[in-house]
């Protein structure tokens, strides 16, 4: 019988999944009795749920909030029985009947509970722009950076950048972490620690530390470890993606240089994706050159003659990338059956260079980017500044602006395109 129920084993992420800030005060209910722990005792709860109950609740590391959940269905058991709404396993099916075990499993196959995920999502990352948007107004934000004894004051993304430009360090664009304080303070207490990012192997003294990090390329964070998952803003946009896609971005090889101070650490370039096919290069120069020779698409042009912004130009990239990805022509709007489809109009009709009114994507929506690790977006300059595009010296990659209308935001969350989407490949 255990074989049949292997594939339900406890998820190893840790209690409390979902995530958020400080973790809630909420007890867990048990559905099926007066049982409850603590917040904290997640595994404990799902245990008894199985073996007193004989339920499993699937993809719970899944649930947004997981004490609300418990509560909702606990109601609904009490209204009608478990057999309404959970599959029935049966275990040693082919052996005799008396030997045979039923075991009840929830999960977003019905759509009742699905609905009832899906709500929890949408409240909880209507939750983490908010925290988001604090920490981007934030002014206040204060520390001395992880590797060198440099201050940075005013605003988180100044740290992080210096982080990622001097040390090659880096845990994601600014505009992709939430709860940065928490976040710092868990790295910063490994290192306090002697403890290693990436593989956590703790060592005698500082400098063996920082000797194993330069030589193992360890300088990055651990893509296994599951506390970090609540800091990511993608794990609170799409259902069961993790913060480990958002790593993508960051995971490349490093100089190895012979200095073991810390500053030794250079930051090596990614490779930016055309608009239009699957061309990329690690030389900006040579993609926006291939955009205007292979399909005729002149951003820096466009960039000029319409005088964009940096934060304009950031939300036409992301806002062209959504259209082609849903297979929709961005300068009529006509949606066709595939990519290849979309692409072949947009040349024989002369759209390339032609765009909708500016209200059609000078929204808040697109500041997300279509694609998390869209370099592209990283060689933006203002339109006042070189023509070049190309000196990342100067240039931050920070994609984040004040938003003065989070209910816009709000309401044109790209969560609900996202459950769209993966309703209709469901």
């Known amino acids: 019988g255990d074989s049949i129920l292997e594939p339900l084993c406890f998820p190893e992420s840790p209690a409390g999944g979902g995530g958020g800030g ?135 993304s100044s740290l992080l950048n210096h982080m990622a430009r001097e040390h090659s360090f880096s845990i994601g664009l600014p505009d992709n972490i939430v709860y940065c304080n928490e976040f710092l303070d868990a790295l910063q207490s490994k290192l306090d620690n002697l403890q290693c990012l990436y593989c956590e192997k703790t060592f005698r ?91 005729g698409f002149d951003l820096h042009r466009l960039r000029t003659d319409l005088n964009l912004k940096f934060y304009q130009q950031v939300k036409l990239v992301n806002f062209i990338r959504r259209e082609i990805h849903q297979s929709r022509c961005y300068g009529c709007q006509e949606r066709f059956g595939c990519r290849a489809e979309v692409l072949e109009h947009i040349v024989a009709a002369g759209h390339v260079m032609k765009l909708p009114e500016t209200s059609a994507w000078d929204q808040p929506q697109y500041y997300f980017p279509t694609y998390e690790n869209d370099a592209l977006l990283c060689t933006l300059t203002d339109s006042d500044g070189e023509s070049g595009g190309t000196d990342r010296s100067e240039d931050v990659p920070v994609i984040a602006e004040d938003i003065s209308n989070l209910h816009t935001l709000k309401q044109t969350s790209v969560l609900k395109q996202l459950l769209r989407n993966r309703s209709s490949c469901s």
């Open 22 to 156: 400080a973790a809630g005060a909420e007890p867990l209910l048990c559905l099926l009795c007066a049982e409850s722990v603590g917040p904290r005792d997640r595994d404990v709860l799902l245990r008894h749920v199985l073996l007193q109950h004989r339920l499993v609740i699937a993809d719970v590391k899944l649930i947004a909030d997981l004490p609300k959940y418990l509560l909702y269905w606990k109601g609904r058991f009490l209204e009608q029985p478990l057999t309404d709404f959970c599959s029935v396993i049966k275990t040693n099916s082919t052996g005799p009947v008396e030997k045979q075990e039923e075991y009840f499993l929830l999960c977003d196959i019905l759509p009742e509970d699905r609905l009832l995920r899906e709500k929890l999502q949408q409240k909880r990352l209507e939750e983490i722009l908010e925290q988001q948007q604090k920490e981007r107004d934030d002014s206040s934000f204060q520390r001395l950076c992880m590797f060198c004894s440099e201050e940075f004051t005013g605003n988180r």
């Open 205 to 295: 003294d500082k400098t063996t530390l920082k000797d194993h990090m330069r030589k193992k390329a360890h300088r990055r964070i651990n893509a296994g470890n599951r506390e970090y998952d609540r800091f990511y803003v993608i794990n609170y946009l799409e259902l069961g993606k993790t913060w480990e896609e958002v790593q993508s971005e960051d995971d490349r090889d490093l100089v190895d240089d012979e200095d073991d101070d810390w500053s030794d650490w250079r930051a090596h370039p990614v490779c930016a994706v055309c608009l239009f096919c699957d061309q990329q290069s690690e030389t900006m120069d040579k993609i926006y050159t291939h955009m205007q020779e292979a399909h």
